[in-house]
C-alpha cells in the first residue's frame, strides 16, 4: 500500500475525467456531488448536480428552500432522506457556522447525514487533510492490491482499510482521495473484469499477481429482500390526476403518490375500492405489471389506469403540467406516470 500516492498521483492526473464538481474546491460542491453520488451513477448525476445549483446555488440557499422545491429537485433520485437531511446540515452550518463550511473533520462528521467517507471526502479534497474517504470502490481496490478474501462489508474491515490508508496519505491528500475514487470507479470496477493492463498499480498488485482480481472483492450473502405486492390506482379525470401524500414517517415519507392499497387486485376488485372513495369509474384505460426494489423490500405492483367522472375522492387533482413543475414522484410511482404516454 505505501505505493500507491506514487503511482496514483501521476495517474490520476493524466487520466482523470472532467467532472463539474472537480473545477474547484468549493465544500458546498464537493459535499452535494457525494451525497448524490451514493447509490447513483455519475451519468445520471451530471444532470441533477447543475439542476440543483442552478436553483439552490449556496448554503444559504439551500438553509432556506422550500421543500417541495427541494424534493421535486431530487425527484428520481432516490433515497429522499439524502436530500432532507442536506437541508437539515445547511441550516445547521448557517447557524452554527455563520455560513461558512466548518473545515475540522470531527465537525464535518457531527453534520446531519454525513458519515465517515462524506466527512473524509470533504476534508481532503476541499481542505488538504489526511483523511480517508472508503467507500465501495475504495475498499474494492485495497482488496485486490492486497489479495484479501475478507468480506469487505463488514465494519471491521472498513475500519483496517481506513487505518491502513491514514498511514500512507502524501501531502496532496485531496488528489490521493480522488485518485482512489477514480481508480475504483474506471479501471477497477465493480461489475466488469478489472482491467489490470492499464492500471498503474498493476506492478505491485497482489491480486494480479495471484490470478485472482477477477474474484475479489468478497462480500458476506445478501439476505432476501421482503415482497410486498400493492395496486396502485392511475385515476383522471379531465386531464387532471389524483395524488396523494405519503405519511410522514417511514418508506417514502411526505412524497406525493398515487393512490394504492396492499395487495394485488383484480380488475373489478380495483373497481370496488376505487367506488369506496366516493368516485366513479368511466373507463378502464390500462393494466400495468410494474416493480421497484428498495434495500431491504420489492413492491410488485399492479397498475390500473382508470378514468372516472369527477376529480373526488379527498385526493388533490394536479394537471399534468402541475405533476411536473411541483410533485416530487419517487420512481416506484413516476414509472406509472411515464407509462400515460402508451395509454
Not at 459535499?31 to 447509490?39: G, K, P, V
Not at 448554503?59 to 428520481?76: N, P, R, S
Not at 421482503?226 to 390526476?241: A, D, G, H, N, W
Request: glycine share 8%; hydrophobic share 40%; proline share 7%.
Amino acid at each position: 500500500m505505501k505505493q500507491l500516492p506514487g503511482a496514483l498521483l501521476p495517474w490520476f492526473e493524466e487520466n482523470k475525467r472532467e467532472l463539474p464538481w472537480r473545477k474547484d474546491k468549493e465544500p458546498y460542491h464537493v459535499w452535494l456531488s457525494e451525497i448524490m453520488l451514493q447509490q447513483t451513477r455519475v451519468e445520471a448525476v451530471k444532470g441533477y448536480y447543475a439542476r440543483f445549483l442552478e436553483a439552490l446555488p449556496t448554503v444559504q440557499a439551500l438553509a432556506q428552500a422550500d421543500d417541495g422545491l427541494l424534493l421535486k429537485l431530487w425527484e428520481g433520485l432516490g433515497y429522499y432522506n439524502r436530500a432532507r437531511n442536506l437541508k437539515k446540515a445547511a441550516v445547521e452550518i448557517v447557524t452554527r457556522y455563520g455560513g461558512e463550511f466548518p473545515k475540522k473533520y470531527e465537525e464535518i462528521l457531527s453534520l446531519p447525514g454525513i458519515g465517515e467517507y462524506t466527512a473524509g471526502a470533504i476534508a481532503s479534497i476541499c481542505f488538504g487533510q489526511p483523511t480517508p474517504a472508503v467507500d465501495g470502490n475504495v475498499l474494492r481496490v485495497i482488496a485486490r492490491i492486497c489479495n484479501e478474501d475478507t468480506p469487505i462489508d463488514t465494519p471491521a474491515y472498513k475500519k483496517s482499510v481506513q487505518a491502513r490508508l491514514a498511514d500512507i496519505y502524501p501531502e496532496n491528500a485531496g488528489e490521493f482521495t480522488q485518485a482512489l475514487m477514480e481508480l475504483g470507479a474506471t479501471l477497477c470496477g465493480p461489475n466488469w473484469a478489472p482491467r489490470c493492463g492499464e492500471c498503474p498499480c498493476a506492478s505491485f498488485c497482489k491480486a494480479h499477481a495471484a490470478g485472482t482480481a477477477q474474484h475479489l472483492p468478497v462480500k458476506a450473502p445478501k439476505k432476501d429482500k421482503k415482497q410486498e405486492k400493492r395496486t396502485v390506482f392511475i385515476l383522471s379525470c379531465y386531464e387532471r390526476y389524483a395524488l396523494c401524500r405519503r405519511p410522514e414517517k417511514g418508506l417514502l415519507a411526505g412524497l406525493w403518490e398515487f393512490p394504492n392499497v396492499p395487495g394485488a387486485l383484480t380488475m373489478q376488485e380495483g373497481i370496488t375500492v376505487i367506488e369506496s372513495w366516493g368516485l366513479k369509474p368511466v373507463q378502464l384505460l390500462k393494466k400495468v405489471q410494474r416493480q421497484h426494489i428498495f434495500t431491504h423490500i420489492r413492491w410488485e405492483m399492479t397498475g390500473l389506469y382508470v378514468e372516472v367522472k369527477e376529480p373526488l375522492g379527498g385526493f388533490v387533482w394536479y394537471t399534468a403540467e402541475e405533476i411536473e413543475a411541483q410533485a416530487a414522484l419517487p420512481t416506484a410511482f413516476r414509472q406509472f406516470w411515464e407509462e400515460f404516454n402508451h395509454v
